[in-house]
């Protein structure tokens, strides 16, 4: 059996809006083995993003508990924390690269954070430019980079400090439809090939399908579950 790396149990997420609560999670119990391909699948405003930002320790919930490797995340410190978001890899909708950085400069940022020396990193960000195809952009900037381009950027600089796992909300959403199906293969073959766990928000069931699983939301719950 495969180790459970992600668990949460009956998380809850209340935003106030004023004084109105708005309960983006309402119940949400599911479990994430190691080297699994998940997609979270769910219509605008389910929950989706709500979920993924809890997973990745970078917002608190209401209620409820979620482990990461078994550790209850809700008495780690913020130092832990801090740590602990380290060992997670982001890639969100919009790249978030810096724009005065090139793109090895980006991936190589992350590893800078950790303290890897400066030869270390940069050959180890060459070695991730190469894995998602950019051999020949390393020396450019964003705005000199296509969209799929820039992604992949994004998932290189994600994987540089060894993430324990991947979480991905709507990657290809700002790229048009060729570029998001190589996007997609490349997903696939970290996941396949380097054994990268990886989560996946979206609303497009045609992505969805690309994960192993695929667990359905709506109005903050998980309502279903399919296997791909
Ligand atoms: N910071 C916030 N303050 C108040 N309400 C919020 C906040 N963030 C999200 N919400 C609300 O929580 C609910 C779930 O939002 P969430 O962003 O998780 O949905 P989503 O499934 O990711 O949607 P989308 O597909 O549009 O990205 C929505 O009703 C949203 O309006
Ligand atoms: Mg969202």
């Known amino acids: ?102 793109a090895k400069e980006n991936v190589e940022l992350p590893m800078a954070i950790a303290g890897l020396s400066k030869g270390v990193r940069g050959k180890r960000a060459e070695e991730l430019l190469e894995m998602v195809g950019l051999a020949s952009r390393m020396n450019h900037k964003p705005t000199e980079l296509s969209g799929g381009e820039q992604q992949r950027v994004a998932i290189a600089r994600a994987l540089a400090n060894n993430p324990r796992f991947l979480l991905m909300d709507e990657p290809t959403g700002n790229i048009d439809s060729k570029n998001a199906f190589e996007i997609m293969q490349l997903v696939k073959k970290l996941n396949e090939e380097k054994g990268v766990t990886i989560i996946m928000v979206t609303h497009d069931q045609r992505l969805a399908a690309e994960a192993r699983r695929t667990v359905h939301m709506l109005d903050g719950m998980i309502v279903s579950e399919t296997v791909n």
């Open 1 to 102: 059996m495969a180790k459970t790396i992600i668990k949460t149990v009956d998380l809850r997420k209340t935003y106030m809006q004023g004084k109105i609560p708005v309960e983006a999670l309402r119940s949400v119990n599911l479990e994430v083995e190691e080297g699994e391909f998940l997609s979270i699948l769910g219509p605008s405003g389910s929950g989706k993003s709500t979920l993924l930002n809890l997973i990745g320790a970078l917002d608190k919930p209401t209620g409820g508990r979620l482990f990461i490797e078994n550790i209850d995340v809700s008495t780690l410190n913020d130092n832990q924390l801090a740590d602990l978001r380290m060992k997670i890899g982001f890639v969100f909708q919009f790249f978030n690269l810096i724009p005065r950085f090139t």
